[in-house]
């Protein structure tokens, strides 16, 4: 049996991270998404807010499960018996990072295969940080997240009002 992690943060969960886990599932025995608790970027939302979000996207997958996780990934994927980590590619510019992560993680893991799976067209200009700042300037989100996702952003956003800090400026502010 093969089991795999597709860890991230997941902050919030969108429907190209949907796409790469229902892709996975059907590649591996069991796909554990790893919900990362402690990443080095502003988030809107708690750990187990994240993880309660991700388990909602995937109530009706049987071979998908979903766990919290801090420290390296590969040390996580040694605690649970996964042989390989899931990730995603979206543009150009992901494969360089993504490449130098798994250099990295071969490095302290060589028994943990990483694969990249190459996002759906119609994903690749998503990213947690374009729905979260897309959302807090009250913008349609409905198509890039389930519906769930969605009704919790905005309620978020209107929570937090003018005085929130986690999204930073960009051009979809200009």
Known sequence: MVKAVFPGTFDPIHYGHIDIAKRAARLFDELVI???????KSIVFSPEQRIHLVQ???AEDE???????????VEFCHAIGAQVM???????????????????????A?????????????????SSS??????SLNGDVSSMVP??????????FQELGDSQQVVPTSSLRD
């Open 34 to 40: 790893a919900v990362y608790d402690r990443p080095l």
């Open 56 to 58: 909602q996207a995937f």
């Open 63 to 73: 071979n998908i499960t979903i766990m919290g996780y801090s420290g390296l990934t």
């Open 86 to 108: 899931i990730r995603g590619l979206r543009v150009f510019s992901d494969f360089e990072y993504e490449f130098r992560m798994a250099l990295a993680n071969h490095r302290l």
């Open 110 to 126: 060589p028994d943990i295969e990483v694969i990249a799976l190459i996002t759906a067209e119609e994903h690749t200009f998503l």
């Open 130 to 135: 374009t729905v979260r700042e897309i959302a």
């Open 147 to 156: 519906p769930h996702v969605a009704k919790v952003l905005a309620e978020r």
